[in-house]
């Protein structure tokens, strides 16, 4: 056992991120928050129900993880809506690897997503012009946060991107959300 869950594995990171996938396929209370939590809410093993993603934050030498990911845009202005992201959903995890197919996440407020887009013709509440693959500086993590914070929902992007697990060193677990 590894991490506080079931499935073993000599990386602390994989090991949580296969537990937080099975649990959210799927669809034991130690603290009140944290990713034991998150995936028996999940699970349904605590209340409340109805929850279909844990949402992740993750570290790479203490310095939080951002990936970049596009989307088609149906403007015939651009072709790509650009984001970035800090919070993502695990999709699968490969045991064997520890590659992870993360989605990112996005928060939104009322009927405006707030997004990372250096191309997006959208309305945006917040931007972000920094772009660095894989880490980022305090401000747009802190910028990152504080939308969070304020959004009325966490919503999926349908926006995937694979990383190798056994780079990052902490994963960091929200509450079980419902991001339909």
Known sequence: ????????SE??????????????EKIEEDCQTGCRRSIDELKGCVKPRGYD???????ID?????????????????????????LFRVSDVSS???CA???????????????SSSSSSHKHESSSSSFKHGHSDCTDFCDFLDLIENSDKIVRTGICVTVDLNDFTSVSCFPAIDTN
């Open 1 to 8: 056992m590894s991490c506080g869950n079931d499935i073993y």
């Open 101 to 115: 197919t993360l989605e990112l996440l996005k928060p939104v407020k009322g009927h405006h997503c707030y997004e």
């Open 62 to 86: 203490g310095r939080p993880f951002s990936a970049v990911g596009a989307s088609r845009s149906k403007s015939k202005d651009h072709n790509f809506n650009i984001y970035q992201s800090f």
């Open 11 to 24: 990386d602390c990171v994989c090991s949580t991120l296969l537990a937080i996938a099975e649990a959210q």
């Open 96 to 98: 064997s690897t520890c």
């Open 53 to 59: 993603t844990i949402p992740i934050l993750l570290t």
